[in-house]
DNA sequence: CCGCCATATGCAACTATGTGCATAATGGTT
DNA sequence: AACCATTATGCACATAGTTGCATATGGCGG
């Protein structure tokens, strides 16, 4: 599993508890990974028993107490050994193609419709994407610290993939439209 | 769950046993999608189960028996609702984008070689499609039957998608050099 | 004749992820 | 006073997917 080590390296980075670490997720939600609070309160306790993370409460006025998690010697070692070993290029399992697979059975216009439908939700993608450069990536790469250079070229895979699939969308408008 | 619909569709167009459905996501698998053998008869149990299959138990000699499953019309059915609700995009969540992420933590030497080892892969995959275009699908696309271009649009989606990646990688190796 | 391969099906256990619900403090809004 | 939003954490259950193991037939090569 990879969000465990995710979330390793963003306490690393900086401690957190739970509740932050979730709204981190939430602003790079797409353009990067998705965990929901669950997903992410379960993995502290997990990293927290394995001794990869440790924790300290820290009572609060005004809010709920909150516990403030840190990355320990282990599991820095953890992170780096996950991160030497190689990678499996995910697979990308994309249901809309089961529909090209199947369109027959129920129709091409249909598979039209969804197409366009497809089409729509990826451009407003790219276009988040795009808003989001321009807001926080507009200076040359050149003078970007080396840490936000890394961050950007997350987020240009994310341009790339979407432009990619939009062009091939293209392609297929073609095809379906003869 | 989008298996058990892949499932419908590839048991609608021809009536298998879980052997060949499994059997075909293994040559089809990567471009399109992957199942082991235990999912897929999983789901065929399930799918029958609520009455979406139905299967005939056949002897055969020399070889085990096998179950041969057929869809229903209540399995038409249920494919065809799938088909005309709107796809999500798929999440596309790739690791080394954490390791993108968190590379200061490792050093960018190792960075430098993850990338290369996922280009690498990437490569791979990339020929392999070529491979089975050049094989199964050399002829211009006017002259494919429909369910032909539909299905070679599913790798072309593939192929469009490895490309951008290693598009991508050229210009992380850019910024990585500097 | 022994082991391997292809055909054929499946259970059990585990990991990963997602959904729904629950709780609790405080401050602001209607 | 009732309700909602924000901060903060978590359990329980369901669904999806992976891994390991089990079983059975029969042909082929060594």
Known sequence: MSLRHL???LVAARESTGYEITKEFDEVAGFFWRATHQQVYRE???????????????????????????????GRKAFADWFREPTDPPRAADPL??????AELVGIDELRRQLANARARREAILAAYEAIQAQHYSEPMKEMPRWKQLIF???RLGMARERAWLEWADESEKVLRT
Chains 1, 2 share one sequence.
């Open 7 to 9: 979330i390793l390296a």
């Open 44 to 74: 502290l306790g997990t990293l927290a028993d394995a001794g990869l993370l440790r924790f300290s409460e820290v009572e609060q006025h005004g809010k709920p107490d909150k516990k403030v998690y840190a990355i320990t010697a282990e």
């Open 97 to 102: 193609m089961i529909k090209f697979f199947a």
């Open 153 to 155: 070229m997350t987020l």
